[in-house]
């Protein structure tokens, strides 16, 4: 069964810190990972999009990694801002047969930061 | 630049009411989507239309309609609210789900409450 999995569910982090989220994925075959920042009460934003042959992304204060080996996904944050405070979700586009494709979304992970 | 446009923002309905969710997106993009989100639940697709006069079932169809008359336009239906059906509803579109460079872009969500 396709699933992405992420970890921590939550996280509280002082203004100023550096964290990383993971994403841990069961998706074959596998298109794509992206991440997704969503702010309380909107929608989510994209942030990066990976295919299998990138190993780093970035967008500003954020850096994704991906591992296709071991199916697993990072998005660190570096000096982090309140503004950070958020969902970070981690979806996973599949290929199946005919023209589209699928997308699994991660559950997120909560970030908080605290001045 | 509106982007994905979605309303109502908020919607109480009775048990057994009907209502539209509105979605409206001015980036000319074929593809358009329902997702509903729910606590500790990652996004799950409803119906998916990839332009104008096809649309598509997702993961969790039953108790909702669509259509896609426009390019621009893709209304979500619910013909019998069901308390079950209390969740936030977001409003995705791309150019093509499948494309390595084509992110979902996404509405701010209506929140429904069935009682």
């Known amino acids: 069964k396709n699933q992405v999995e992420q970890s921590p569910q939550s996280l509280i982090i002082l203004e100023g810190k550096n964290c990383t989220l993971q994403?841990?994925?069961?998706?074959?075959?596998?298109?794509?990972l992206r991440w997704y920042k969503q702010d309380t009460g909107r929608g989510p934003v994209s942030l990066t999009i990976?295919?299998?042959?990138?190993n780093t992304k970035s967008n500003g204060r954020y850096t994704a990694t991906l591992d296709a080996d071991t199916k697993q996904s990072s998005l660190h944050i570096t000096a982090s801002q309140l503004s950070d405070s958020a969902s970070y979700i981690c979806?996973?586009?599949?290929?199946?047969?005919?023209?589209?494709?699928?997308?699994?979304f991660g559950k997120g992970t909560k970030l908080s930061v605290k001045p | 630049n509106a982007g994905v446009t979605q309303t109502p923002k908020f919607q109480v309905l009775k048990t057994g009411q009907s209502m539209t969710l509105q979605c409206a997106q001015d980036m000319n993009h074929e593809y358009m989507s329902w997702y509903r989100q729910d606590p500790g639940m990652g996004l799950r697709l409803i119906h998916y239309?990839?332009?104008?006069?096809?649309?598509d079932q997702g993961e969790v169809p039953n108790g909702y309609n669509v259509s896609r008359s426009t390019t621009e336009d893709f209304p979500l239906r619910l013909l019998s609210a069901a308390p079950s059906q209390t969740s936030v509803y977001f409003c995705?579109?791309?150019?093509?789900?499948?494309?390595?460079?084509?992110?979902?872009?996404f509405g701010n969500g209506t929140r429904l409450t069935v009682t």
């Open positions: 239309s990839v332009g104008a006069g096809i649309t």
């Open positions: 994403c841990n994925y069961t998706v074959s075959p596998f298109s794509n």
């Open positions: 995705a579109s791309s150019y093509l789900q499948g494309a390595l460079d084509s992110p979902l872009h």
């Open positions: 990976m295919t299998f042959s990138e």
């Open positions: 979806v996973v586009s599949a290929i199946y047969g005919g023209s589209q494709g699928n997308l699994i």
